[in-house]
């Protein structure tokens, strides 16, 4: 059988795995070249579970970014751990200890989040049914996406209970979300939430709120766009302090400091600790993926680390593990790191 389009593939893959659990699972970069500046990358999974156990799927990571999450079936999965900023339903009240162990389940709808909190776990749930469909869209969102495209500043964000209609009005979200609900392949999703980020940054451009620029926020080189809030400074440079990138845009430390709370959320501390984090947990994965040895301190110097003892406090606060326990969990099991978040 040729596979010609995605829904072929689709279809192909679900007839190839009829009576076990099975998902098409990708990533991808924006496409449009404007958009290069505001979303980071999507990760989608499309398919249906026919384990009826429950398990744990992942363990998801604090993040700089912010996210938007699309579940498009409820009652698959929930997630253990404190400080993931998941609210409570509205009548319960279980403590924040119990919290953990318990769970909160994912429904069907759509999350907005600020980076992660802290980690936590997330754990299919078990089930009497003989299977469950999955379809879910993540996409990751440079933290001034909300500040520039929906006059947001992400620390207004911060323990807010978002939905998507918060953000694009009531009529707008139920049509792109119908749109999302018939799409029955990962880029077609993709596809219709960049022409709904499209029109949003037109509209802004429109009302004369931003001014064209492709450039992405980690870019530091001298361009910048210019919003009608002011000054939009990039990602911190994880090789430069506060003072450098100071004195590399001009300002005074402390109105840049300011500008980073207001823009990103976080101190400029705060970000280049995410960020020296992500850039080193993707480096050991890299690793962990060609099943190369592992030397920590040279991991730990390549990462910017002041030494060892640094790394691993970090790496601990971040995943809950040392480098050493991650390993030993994860060098076997990476096929549980394939679907969801």
């Known amino acids: 059988m040729s596979v010609s389009t995605d ?165 707008t979200s139920s049509l792109m979300l119908e749109e999302m609900a018939a799409a029955n392949t990962g880029q077609a999703l993709i596809e219709i939430v960049e022409r709904y980020f499209l029109q949003q940054l037109w509209q802004q451009i429109t009302k004369q709120r931003l001014k064209i620029c492709s450039a992405s926020p980690s870019d530091n080189s001298n361009h910048h766009t210019t919003a009608a809030k002011g000054f939009t400074p990039p990602l911190p440079n994880l090789q430069q302090s506060l003072t450098e990138q100071a004195r590399h845009y001009q300002k005074s430390e402390r109105w840049l400091q300011k500008r980073y709370t207001e823009v990103y959320g976080m101190s400029f501390k705060q970000i280049q600790s995410n960020l020296r984090f992500q850039q080193t947990h993707q480096l050991l994965w890299r690793i962990l993926s060609k099943r190369q040895s592992i030397n920590l301190t040279e991991l730990a110097y390549r990462s910017g680390y002041f030494d060892q003892a640094h790394f691993i406090k970090d790496f601990k606060r971040y995943t809950g593990m040392t480098p050493g326990q991650y390993l030993k969990t994860n060098f076997d099991q990476q096929s549980q790191y394939l679907w969801y978040w």
Not at 132 to 157: H, S
């Open 7 to 171: 829904t072929d593939r689709l279809k192909l893959l679900a007839e190839q795995n009829e009576h076990q659990s099975w998902v098409d699972f990708g990533s991808a970069k924006p496409t449009h070249p404007l958009l290069h500046r505001y979303i980071v990358s999507y990760t989608y999974s499309i398919g249906c579970l026919h384990e009826r156990q429950a398990k744990l799927i992942t363990r998801a990571y604090p993040t700089v970014m912010t996210q938007i999450y699309f579940e498009f079936y409820g009652g698959l999965s929930e997630i253990r751990g404190q400080g993931h900023g998941f609210s409570q339903p509205a009548n319960s009240h279980t403590s924040s200890r119990s919290q953990s162990t318990q769970g909160i389940e994912i429904a069907k709808r759509t999350y907005i989040k600020l980076g992660l909190g802290q980690w936590f776990d997330i754990y299919q749930l078990a089930s009497d049914k003989h299977s469950r469909p999955i379809k879910n869209l993540k996409v990751d969102l440079y933290p001034i996406t909300f500040y520039e495209l929906f006059q947001y500043a992400p620390r207004e964000l911060s323990g807010e209970d978002l939905q998507l209609a918060d953000l694009l009005g009531q009529t």
